[in-house]
């Protein structure tokens, strides 16, 4: 008989990782803790009361030479990371904007990272790009978005981490449209023009600087009493930048502003854009979810006038980031500002020009299934029971508004159409501060502030998911209480 040497590969030899059946065991015990954290983070102090550095000094300065076990992760999770977490998902969390998640949310994220497809052509998942295509349609029906942002029309959505990434694409496929693409072959030559309101997001600015337009190139148009952009001073603008042989290139309307969630004029701002070929662009981060509900569409009323929309699932739509719904009315303009085809990306169902492939729809060429938690949450609730949310929290904010209005001593600093409601005790500035430091420091409630006719004011914004009438009472009753004991 013919004897047979063994080989033994190295794949033979015990690995070092975890097993399926101890994945399958450690996985069930983080569903549980996650699921357990929810039933008591109202128990938590909202805002992490740890000082800098609290969290490092407990960590090992070296990484372990030999593998730990899950229980002692886990151990540290509770012990150090817990109390450095400011908890966003608690129901008393009225601080910046939402960021709320949601059980089908969360698992679609897991389920996601257990694929961990790369979605960059439509060739190395067809399923993660197919899905996208489809749930951005349905989000454009949810929202009652202009025919041309689906992808059946001219254009079509595509998820992007931010929207901050998703301003930064709508200007690059603006320089290119107003350049004749010749900004990505030569580089920008100072005179394309960029325009949003004094209360647009910093995500603008920032676009425009990682565009290459220079933030000098950048105008910032006053707002009206209600913090809305000025169309009529945008005319007067864009007309002087012309004259001065300028090219305005790209307008960035926001529906919802950081701020104070004011609503620039979309029509006025559109049929000028139009006017004038300027890409529009329209971030609606936070407010653009409250048009699932028909009686709030009208704050999207001109969109059909826009080049480009985006709107944050990842902020009010009970969906974890990242998750940012970008929209395109051509969806060639985005494309031919971004494609490459280097030869290693190169495959039959990119040259048929029959697919999508999302990677020339970002910056990046790497994408993760994002998709699939949006599509859970869709099926999971249903567009009902999104607007029954969605409707409870802008009556809370109602409520609340009435309740500072009625108050002797707070004022409503700014219009609260949706969600937000800014506000400020009549004592004057160093008063708020103080009172907003309190506030936070109890850690029974997290709120923020900003400045509205350079005035320090406190914004409740209300949109965490588990957050309900009684949280809301008892902030407004803390926040009463807690002023009262600052009066001298
Ligand atoms: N635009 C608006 C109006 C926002 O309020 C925000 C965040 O607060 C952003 C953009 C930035 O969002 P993201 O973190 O998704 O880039």
Known sequence: MESREVIHSTVDVPGYHMTPDEF????????????????????????SQVALGDVR????????ATGESF??????????????????????????????NSGPSVLGELLAAGLGVQGMLWATSP?????????????AQMLDLPPTFYSTGSGGGVIQESASSAALCALLAARERATGLASNARGCDGRLVAYASTQAHSSIEKAVKIAGLGSENLRLIDVDEHYAMRPDLLTRRIEADRAAGLIPCFVAATVGTTSSNALDPLPAIGALCRRENVWLHVDAAMAGTAAICPEF??????????????FNPHKWMFTNFDCDCFYVAERKALIDALSILPEYLRNQATESGAVID???????????????????????????????????????????????????DFEVAAPSPLNLVCFRHQAGDAFNQVLLERLNASGALYLSHTKLDNKFTLRMSIGQTHTEAHHVAQAWQHIQETAAQLVV
């Open 127 to 139: 399923a993660c790009t197919e899905l996208e295509t489809h749930v951005l349609d349905w989000v």
């Open 297 to 310: 569409r009208y704050i999207q009323e001109g969109l059909e006038l826009a080049d480009s929309y985006c």
């Open 57 to 64: 000094g407990q960590l090992p300065p070296s990484p372990p």
């Open 358 to 408: 999302y990677r020339d729809w970002q910056v990046s060429l790497g994408r993760r299934f994002r998709s699939l938690k949006l599509w859970f949450v869709i099926r999971h609730y249903g567009v009902e029971g999104l607007r029954h949310h969605i409707r409870r929290h802008v009556q809370l904010a109602q409520d609340f508004a009435r309740w500072v209005e009625a108050s002797s």
């Open 71 to 100: 229980a002692a992760m886990m151990a540290d999770v509770e012990k150090i990371i817990l109390p450095g977490v400011t908890h966003w998902q608690s129901p008393n969390f009225f601080a910046f904007f939402p960021a709320n």
């Open 24 to 47: 399958r065991q450690h996985g069930h015990e983080l569903v549980e803790w996650i699921a357990q954290y929810y039933e008591r983070v109202d128990q938590l102090p909202v805002l």
